[in-house]
């Protein structure tokens, strides 16, 4: 069973950095292409970052040159370095995992059968 638990959001202020770990179990990590979603509050969820098992990043246009996801897979851990944050990035942040193809649409929620629990990440102006 595919176990994904975040950690690393709490309170910052604009302009500070965080960064978000998830630790992923109960599945082959280097197979599955992983990503971060996150669901602003008021809002719908967004693809934030994605990172294939063999390929290029992707970032979403709001997050580029500010956020760098990377994952370590001899310690089965995905990570989402946030720098500048802004308080458009409050919201909960959402690890996920998938064995499928991404595509041309690797930000789409679709694509993404495994999510985990959420962080929340609060930016104050």
């Known amino acids: 069973q595919v176990q994904l638990v975040e950690s690393g959001g709490g309170s910052v202020q604009s302009g500070g950095s965080l960064r978000l770990s998830c630790a992923g179990s109960?599945?082959?990590?280097?197979?599955?292409?992983m990503a971060w979603f996150r669901k602003p509050p008021g809002k719908e969820r967004e693809g934030v970052a994605a990172?294939?098992?063999?390929?290029?990043?992707t970032y979403a246009d709001s997050v580029k040159g500010r956020f760098t996801i990377s994952r370590d897979n001899a310690k089965n851990t995905l990570y989402l370095q946030m720098s500048s944050l802004k308080p458009d990035d409050t919201a909960i942040y959402y690890c996920?995992?998938?064995?499928?193809?991404?595509?041309?649409?690797?930000?789409?929620?679709?694509?993404?059968?495994?999510w985990g629990q959420g962080t929340q990440v609060t930016v104050s102006s």
């Open positions: 990172i294939p098992t063999v390929g290029t990043t």
């Open positions: 996920v995992a998938t064995n499928l193809w991404l595509g041309s649409t690797p930000l789409a929620p679709s694509r993404y059968r495994n």
């Open positions: 109960g599945y082959p990590f280097t197979t599955y292409s």
